[in-house]
């Protein structure tokens, strides 16, 4: 299975500003994903990130709030801009092959607290 | 659209006992698979157990193995000879043969007591 890299680990950050959490996999992948886990809550999928072009976004997430880079097969980019306190989660970085059925492979999280 | 509940907010077993955490699933698909995952507090979501729907035999690791009832839609996690290591939130997760995206249970929070 693939080791996932995710950065920051954590952050606080002001309201207003912006966050880009990095997510760097060892192995080419065919699929990947980007999660928000709430405080005490599951996870939610928030978008599919497309290698070479635009994210496919979940309902009620929306592409000028959750930019999306997926510039080759290990690498992609979430970033959580304009940031209110509702932000502060937990967001993990998925990964997959497409046509098997494994479960996917998560990446450690990154804890954002937004003040 | 395929939801997975689970309606066991929190369980707590003793310790080298056998516990059971409950899934149930809603989907019209007959091609899809299972999983269980395991969240400790270091938020690491780790794959427990997996289980295609076409298989009539429930998938069995180690400790863990699971009741999986398709005309149910059910599919309950057994972890036998439970350790203090095992406590952990636990979800429940369904993915679509023909689509990527993966959906999670609300989570149980399993407590092991020693």
């Known amino acids: 299975s693939a080791v996932i890299s995710q950065k920051p680990s954590r952050d606080i950050c002001q309201r207003g500003t912006s966050l880009t959490i990095q997510c760097q996999v060892d192995?080419?992948?065919?699929?990947m994903f980007w999660y928000r886990q709430q405080p005490g809550q599951s996870l939610t999928l928030i978008a599919t990130a497309n290698q070479g072009s635009e994210a496919t976004y979940e309902s009620g997430f929306v592409i000028d709030k959750f930019p999306i880079s997926r510039p080759n097969l290990t690498f992609s980019t979430l970033t959580v801009s304009n940031m209110s306190p509702e932000d502060s989660s937990i967001y993990l970085c998925?990964?997959?092959?497409?046509?098997?059925?494994?479960?996917?492979?998560f990446g450690s999280g990154t804890r954002l607290t937004v003040v | 659209a395929q939801t997975v509940t689970q309606s066991q907010p929190e369980m707590s077993v003793q310790e080298a006992e056998t516990v059971t955490l409950s899934c149930t699933y809603d989907?019209?698909?007959?091609?899809?698979?299972l999983f269980w995952y395991k969240q400790p507090p270091s938020r690491q979501m780790i794959l427990v157990i997996r289980?295609?729907?076409?298989?009539?035999q429930n998938a069995t690791e180690n400790r863990f193995s699971v009741n999986f009832q398709k005309a149910a839609k059910s599919f309950s996690l057994k972890i036998s000879d439970s350790q203090l290591g095992d406590a952990a939130m636990y979800f429940c997760a369904y993915r679509s043969a023909g689509n990527n995206d993966m959906r999670f249970g609300a989570g149980t929070r399993l407590t092991v007591k020693p």
């Open positions: 289980q295609e729907a076409y298989k009539q």
């Open positions: 989907t019209s698909e007959s091609d899809y698979y």
């Open positions: 998925s990964v997959g092959w497409q046509g098997v059925g494994d479960g996917y492979t």
């Open positions: 192995s080419q992948v065919t699929m």
